[in-house]
């Protein structure tokens, strides 16, 4: 099977990282990721998204400040391919590579500390960014945010 990437289809990102944040809204409080947290404390808001590999998508959240975690980041991996009948995502469907919940994560950064930033899972292929400024240039290379007062919390 030939993998696809996002260079072979023009995504609109802000429909992918809705229909993403939906999806991560049921996923995220998992039994494979963070089961000590009630659901209802986890956000449904995503801040950015962006491309870290051809087939390899970045979306950072942001949690509730009072929890003491700023943010939660999710590499996915997945594979955009034609489907005909897929009219929103302007015939691009997006499918999943390998498991959902549970790797990949931030478990945590500290913003006064960036250089502690901890992945709950890491894999070699993965471009993961050593702290928060590296992760925050990876967002700042896409023109959507869906926040706008990210220095207002930061």
Partial sequence: MVMTYKADYDLDLEKVVFRMSQLFEDLIPSE??????????????????????????????????????????????ISPRYNPDNIEFGAVELMYADSIAGDWFIEKVDLKAPQKIHWRNTHHSLNTPADIEELLDYANEIPMWLSPDLEKWM
């Fill in 32 to 77: 494979n990721a963070f089961d000590y947290y009630d659901k209802s404390t986890w956000p449904t808001l995503t801040m950015a998204a962006t491309w870290v590999q051809d087939d390899c998508l970045l979306i950072v959240f942001r949690v509730e400040e009072s929890r003491g975690e700023t943010f939660v980041g999710y590499f996915s991996r």
